[in-house]
Antibody, heavy 119, light 112 residues
Framework: EVQLVESGGGLVQPGRSLRLSCTAS????????MTWVRQAPGKGLEWVGF??????????EYAASVKGRFTISRDDSKNIAYLQMSSPTSEDTAVYYC??????????WGQGTLVTVSS | DIVMTQSPDSLAVSLGERATINCKSS????????????FAWYQQKPGQPPKLLIS???TRESGVPDRFSGSGSGTDFTLTISSLQAEDVALYYC?????????FGGGTKVEI
């Protein structure tokens, strides 16, 4: 059974950094791209970005709203995908979901982790 | 960016009646080389992550009741719930995975 578990969310001050983790199980992690999607309170879904598998270069793509501030990485030895959030603002307050795959329909989602950016 | 426009924003349907949600993309999401529409529908209930209902515009995911169906191609898509059940009360989102950035519709709230 595919399982994705996000962690690392919480309260962060504007301008401070935060790293989210997504621990995967139930599939061969290294073979899949991993995507982050967020949802601000009471709002819709917003694609954040993804990281390709090493087979496809392990390269990343980002939404314009986070490009240059957020970094997605992966550790295939630990089956973990990361989302490093730098210089967050209140606009980044959201539940952050990790999902498997990238440019396919997203069939597997974690439960999400809430990030609140506030002083 | 491909803009996904859902309508209506919300709808109230009686139990057992049909619910229809529309989604229009600002450009075609049909990939002719493999004859697929890079389009999906998701259901989200409060406090839960989205759940993939329909992929490739019309392929129902395993375990999804057959009262849910997807149709359309190119730029115009429809999600139909043929006979609304109480457990179908949720938000529904469309999404294109044809080009980056991946984009979602604004959501449609379905109520009884």
């Amino acid at each position: 059974e595919v399982q994705l578990v996000e962690s690392g969310g919480g309260l962060v001050q504007p301008g401070r950094s935060l790293r989210l983790s997504c621990t995967a199980s139930g599939f061969t992690f290294r073979d899949y791209a991993m995507t982050w999607v967020r949802q601000a309170p009471g709002k819709g879904l917003e694609w954040v970005g993804f990281i390709r598998s090493k087979t496809y270069g392990g390269t990343t793509e980002y939404a314009a709203s986070v490009k240059g501030r957020f970094t997605i990485s992966r550790d295939d030895s630990k089956n973990i995908a990361y989302l490093q959030m730098s210089s967050p603002t209140s606009e980044d307050t959201a539940v952050y979901y990790c999902t498997r795959d990238a440019v396919d329909p997203l069939a597997y989602w974690g439960q999400g982790t809430l990030v609140t950016v506030s002083s | 960016d491909i803009v996904m426009t859902q309508s209506p924003d919300s709808l109230a349907v009686s139990l057992g009646e049909r619910a229809t949600i529309n989604c229009k993309s600002s450009q075609s999401v049909f990939y002719s080389s493999n004859n697929k529409n890079y389009f999906a529908w998701y259901q989200q209930k409060p406090g839960q992550p989205p759940k993939l209902l329909i992929s490739w515009a019309s392929t129902r995911e395993s375990g999804v009741p057959d009262r849910f169906s997807g149709s359309g191609s190119g730029t115009d898509f429809t999600l139909t719930i043929s006979s609304l059940q109480a457990e179908d009360v949720a938000l529904y989102y469309c999404q294109q995975c044809y080009s980056l950035p991946l984009t979602f519709g604004g959501g449609t709230k379905v109520e009884i």
